[in-house]
């Protein structure tokens, strides 16, 4: 058991906090490169951040990203790492939306066909991460490989199914195609915010939801100790009778269902029908997010917002004459250098915990140089 | 080590996907709404490009085309953004709000990507006249839509493909199969059909939504050539954005024919080594779209509701540089006729 220390804490912050530092000087030295000016970037940046519709959308797209990483988070936390979070949750938001706005729903209460959605999504992502994970267990694939293979499948089987024989709404004359657009009784309608012409998605408060059950799962149930148990050490696993193989599929299955939801905020608040400009690519966004996040409900959330606000302010800074690319820039080098930050701040605590040792043991010699290799590098617990 | 390398695989994942998206855009906004020296009354106009922007060699340069010839004819003060692949609806809306709000009477919106966003913002700024390429979807009283009939144009490279051909084999290469380029596929083969009932035509899409790289993956272009052409097929159409570039090296490679997409492919600088091996194009006027669009608003003229360019207008044509379909000009402009006299109804879905 870990004390609280004030030390501890910075040192949990130097990292994510030098990364972002980071991240902003090679963003500088890109846009000098260019030959375009940082204040005006960050002044076109902060002048978005405070426009009520931008903040809105930022935490609509935050919404998502959280639920993304939450998925990603839940295979971290065993070891696992699901890249399927994309394709589970476009089958899923497909699916549910197909079910949503079906004619015979239309008589159902509102409630009832809300979470009738919901639990489809969720179904379905669990059903398609479930496919990778009983070939893990019983054929051994390891499930990044069979992941992003669902991944390519789903996009197939969405294609399939998005026709107007099957899923699909006959639209004469138009260029898109879609699921056929969900009535009011099954829209979950948005929180308005004075100011801004979009609403605050209502589903945010299920991503909290999501968020707060994340939290009381890993750290106060059995079923979470045994799961972070599995995922520091397999074999310390079985040796005090846990069954890894029921992890595995249990944290896939789950990983699925959470990964159904990130599609649900947008397709229930705002689109309110699948179509060909749905949003792709959350599930890839949830990785960096959790990465950023180190898996922590809380991190993640900050994270999640960052990112939102980054990908929001792309407009802003094309009008203000920045290349919206910088703002890939910027992420990528985020996600980049806080892995290296984590390691470089995880060796410098690894160091300075021996040294204590050593000192407290009346030893002054210095055992970072035995390079220490020790399996105690999970720091980031819930 | 071990607890780290699912954590480095992702990051490296990540960087390489940010990476190869960031590619995608290639922006040249700089000299954008600085180069004019105006009387002060110009019009502002706002473009909200699709993903690629201008630069893409293909849709997206057509209508920086017009909006360029517009610009040296009127002196126009324009802004340039450009779409970020993968973005939501609640980005494309700002977008567009954004020039809305900045001062942008005129908004032009490339692609019917934007049409669910339009269909949301036009209301709000009445005094802002909007045209939305390619889409019927966004209809209101300052929305003009640019649409062009594609299926006609495709049917006359259709019919050259079938007069060529000897193996009566030809190819339709889509870049990503959406409904819009089904329209491509549907009047080719109507083309097709129309001189030999016989003829087998061939039909690939390079990527299925929400992937759209199949508009720009010259690799995937070549490979899906390949297999036709290995198939007996020897003329093949790219309806595939700048994927189309793979496909006539492959043709250019086994000998074979290619027919291009948009522009006038024959005649673009980045094609010059393969444009011996490329029929005819199929013309697709976005940049004429455009101009008459300003054009019109200039002369205070805007016209709500859809505009089709169609051949009768001249929106969409086939391309004789390079003299390939010189032989069959004659049979070609007998079929344009047709299809402007209304005696040949060519289908536009399937």
């Given at each position: 058991?870990?004390?609280?220390?004030?030390?501890a804490?910075?040192?949990?912050l130097?990292a994510p906090?030098?990364?972002?530092?980071f991240?902003?000087l090679v963003?500088?030295v890109?846009?000098?490169a260019?030959?375009?000016?940082?204040?005006?970037?960050?002044?076109?940046?902060?002048t978005?951040?405070?426009r009520?519709?931008t903040?809105v959308?930022?935490?609509?797209?935050?919404t998502?990203?959280?639920?993304?990483a939450?998925?990603?988070?839940?295979?971290?936390?065993?070891?696992l790492f699901?890249?399927?979070v994309d394709g589970q949750?476009?089958?899923?938001a497909?699916?549910?939306a197909?079910?949503?706005?079906?004619?015979?729903m239309?008589g159902?209460?509102?409630v009832?066909?809300?979470?009738?959605?919901?639990?489809?999504a969720?179904?379905?992502?669990?059903a398609?991460?479930g496919v990778a994970?009983?070939?893990?267990v019983?054929r051994?694939?390891s499930?990044?490989?069979?992941t992003?293979?669902l991944n390519?499948?789903?996009?197939?089987?969405?294609?399939y199914l998005?026709?107007?024989?099957?899923?699909?709404?006959?639209?004469?004359?138009?260029?898109n195609?879609?699921?056929?657009?969900i009535?009011?009784?099954?829209?979950?309608?948005?929180?308005?915010?004075?100011?801004?012409?979009s609403d605050?998605?209502?589903?945010?408060?299920?991503a909290a939801?999501v968020?707060?059950?994340?939290?009381?799962v890993?750290?106060?149930?059995?079923f979470g100790?045994?799961?972070?148990?599995t995922?520091?050490?397999e074999s310390?696993?079985v040796?005090?009778?846990i069954?890894?193989?029921?992890?595995?599929?249990?944290?896939?299955?789950?990983?699925g269902?959470?990964?159904?939801?990130?599609g649900?905020?947008?397709?229930?608040?705002?689109?309110?029908e699948?179509?060909?400009d749905?949003?792709?690519?959350?599930g890839?966004?949830?990785?960096?997010?959790?990465l950023l996040?180190r898996?922590h409900p809380i991190?993640m959330?900050l994270?999640?917002?960052?990112w939102?606000l980054l990908?929001?302010?792309?407009n802003?800074?094309?009008l203000?004459?920045?290349p919206?690319e910088i703002?890939?820039?910027?992420?990528?080098?985020?996600?980049?250098?806080?892995?290296i930050?984590?390691?470089?701040?995880?060796?410098?605590r690894?160091?300075?915990?021996?040294?204590?040792?050593?000192?407290?043991?009346g030893?002054?010699?210095?055992p970072a140089?035995?390079?220490?290799?020790?399996?105690?590098?999970?720091?980031?617990?819930? | 080590?071990r607890r780290?390398?699912?954590?480095?695989?992702?990051?490296?994942a990540?960087a390489?996907?940010l990476g190869?998206?960031?590619c995608?855009g290639?922006?040249?906004?700089?000299?954008?709404?600085s180069?004019?020296?105006?009387?002060g009354?110009?019009?502002?106009?706002g473009?909200?490009?699709d993903?690629?922007?201008r630069?893409?060699?293909s849709?997206?340069d057509?209508?920086a085309?017009?909006i360029?010839?517009?610009?040296?004819e009127?002196?126009?003060?324009?802004?340039?953004?450009?779409?970020?692949?993968?973005?939501?609806?609640?980005?494309?809306?700002?977008?567009?709000?954004?020039?809305?709000e900045g001062?942008?009477?005129t908004?032009?919106?490339?692609g019917y990507?934007?049409?669910?966003?339009l269909?949301?913002?036009a209301?709000d700024?009445?005094d802002?006249?909007?045209?939305?390429v390619?889409?019927e979807?966004?209809?209101?009283d300052?929305?003009?839509?640019?649409?062009?009939?594609?299926?006609?144009?495709s049917?006359l490279?259709?019919?050259?493909a079938?007069l060529?051909s000897?193996t009566?084999?030809?190819?339709?290469?889509?870049?990503?199969?959406?409904?819009?380029?089904q329209?491509?596929?549907?009047g080719?083969?109507?083309?097709?059909k129309?001189?030999?009932?016989?003829?087998e035509v061939q039909?690939?899409y390079?990527?299925?939504?929400?992937?759209?790289t199949?508009?720009?993956d010259?690799?995937?272009g070549?490979t899906?050539?390949n297999?036709?052409f290995?198939a007996?097929?020897?003329?093949v159409?790219?309806?595939?954005?700048g994927s189309?570039?793979g496909?006539?090296?492959?043709a250019?490679?086994?000998g074979?024919l290619?027919?291009?997409?948009d522009?006038d492919?024959?005649n673009?600088?980045g094609?010059?080594?393969?444009?011996?091996?490329?029929?005819t194009?199929?013309i697709k006027?976005?940049?004429?779209?455009?101009?008459?669009?300003?054009?019109?608003v200039?002369?205070g003229?805007?016209?709500k509701?859809?505009?089709?360019y169609?051949?009768?207008?001249?929106?969409?044509?086939y391309?004789?540089?390079?003299?390939?379909v010189?032989?069959?000009?004659?049979?070609?402009?007998?079929f344009?006729?047709?299809?402007?006299?209304g005696?040949i109804?060519?289908?536009?879905q399937k």
């Amino acid at each position: 058991m870990r004390r609280f220390a004030p030390r501890a804490v910075l040192l949990g912050l130097a990292a994510p906090v030098g990364a972002l530092v980071f991240a902003v000087l090679v963003c500088a030295v890109v846009l000098a490169a260019t030959g375009h000016s940082l204040f005006d970037t960050i002044d076109a940046m902060v002048t978005a951040a405070q426009r009520p519709r931008t903040f809105v959308n930022s935490l609509n797209s935050a919404t998502q990203y959280y639920l993304a990483a939450i998925a990603v988070a839940i295979g971290f936390r065993m070891k696992l790492f699901n890249i399927g979070v994309d394709g589970q949750y476009r089958l899923a938001a497909m699916l549910s939306a197909a079910l949503a706005g079906a004619t015979w729903m239309e008589g159902l209460p509102s409630v009832l066909r809300i979470t009738m959605t919901i639990v489809a999504a969720m179904l379905v992502g669990a059903a398609w991460a479930g496919v990778a994970a009983l070939l893990k267990v019983t054929r051994g694939i390891s499930e990044v490989i069979s992941t992003i293979m669902l991944n390519a499948i789903a996009t197939y089987l969405v294609s399939y199914l998005l026709n107007p024989a099957r899923l699909a709404e006959e639209r004469p004359g138009s260029n898109n195609i879609g699921t056929r657009p969900i009535t009011e009784g099954g829209q979950v309608g948005g929180i308005p915010v004075s100011g801004s012409s979009s609403d605050l998605f209502g589903l945010v408060f299920l991503a909290a939801a999501v968020g707060f059950a994340y939290w009381f799962v890993l750290s106060r149930t059995r079923f979470g100790f045994e799961l972070k148990a599995t995922g520091l050490s397999e074999s310390a696993a079985v040796a005090s009778g846990i069954s890894v193989k029921k992890m595995v599929l249990l944290s896939m299955l789950l990983s699925g269902a959470v990964a159904g939801l990130v599609g649900l905020p947008q397709l229930l608040g705002s689109s309110h029908e699948y179509s060909l400009d749905f949003p792709p690519g959350i599930g890839f966004i949830g990785i960096a997010v959790a990465l950023l996040g180190r898996n922590h409900p809380i991190g993640m959330a900050l994270a999640a917002v960052l990112w939102g606000l980054l990908d929001n302010s792309a407009n802003a800074l094309d009008l203000a004459g920045v290349p919206r690319e910088i703002v890939g820039i910027m992420q990528g080098v985020i996600v980049l250098s806080v892995v290296i930050a984590y390691e470089l701040v995880r060796r410098y605590r690894v160091r300075t915990e021996q040294r204590e040792v050593g000192k407290a043991l009346g030893s002054t010699r210095d055992p970072a140089a035995d390079g220490p290799k020790d399996d105690n590098r999970e720091e980031a617990s819930a | 080590m071990r607890r780290m390398r699912g954590t480095r695989l992702a990051a490296a994942a990540l960087a390489l996907g940010l990476g190869l998206a960031a590619c995608g855009g290639s922006s040249d906004s700089g000299d954008a709404g600085s180069g004019s020296t105006g009387d002060g009354a110009q019009l502002k106009v706002g473009l909200a490009y699709d993903i690629g922007g201008r630069g893409d060699q293909s849709f997206n340069d057509s209508a920086a085309r017009g909006i360029d010839r517009a610009k040296q004819e009127f002196g126009l003060d324009i802004k340039e953004l450009e779409a970020g692949a993968g973005e939501s609806e609640a980005i494309k809306e700002d977008r567009l709000r954004q020039l809305a709000e900045g001062g942008y009477t005129t908004v032009i919106a490339v692609g019917y990507a934007y049409a669910t966003s339009l269909a949301k913002v036009a209301p709000d700024y009445t005094d802002v006249q909007f045209a939305l390429v390619d889409s019927e979807d966004a209809t209101g009283d300052n929305i003009a839509n640019i649409v062009f009939a594609e299926e006609q144009g495709s049917f006359l490279v259709g019919v050259a493909a079938a007069l060529k051909s000897t193996t009566d084999k030809v190819g339709f290469i889509g870049g990503v199969n959406t409904p819009l380029i089904q329209k491509f596929e549907v009047g080719f083969t109507a083309g097709v059909k129309q001189v030999k009932p016989d003829a087998e035509v061939q039909v690939k899409y390079l990527t299925e939504p929400p992937d759209f790289t199949g508009f720009n993956d010259p690799a995937k272009g070549e490979t899906a050539a390949n297999g036709m052409f290995d198939a007996g097929v020897d003329i093949v159409y790219a309806a595939a954005g700048g994927s189309g570039n793979g496909v006539f090296k492959a043709a250019k490679a086994k000998g074979k024919l290619g027919i291009g997409v948009d522009s006038d492919q024959y005649n673009l600088p980045g094609l010059a080594e393969v444009k011996d091996v490329i029929l005819t194009s199929m013309i697709k006027k976005v940049d004429v779209g455009v101009y008459d669009f300003i054009s019109s608003v200039k002369d205070g003229e805007f016209a709500k509701g859809v505009k089709v360019y169609d051949l009768e207008q001249g929106g969409v044509d086939y391309a004789t540089s390079g003299g390939k379909v010189d032989d069959i000009k004659a049979q070609l402009d007998d079929f344009k006729k047709q299809i402007v006299d209304g005696t040949i109804k060519v289908p536009a879905q399937k």
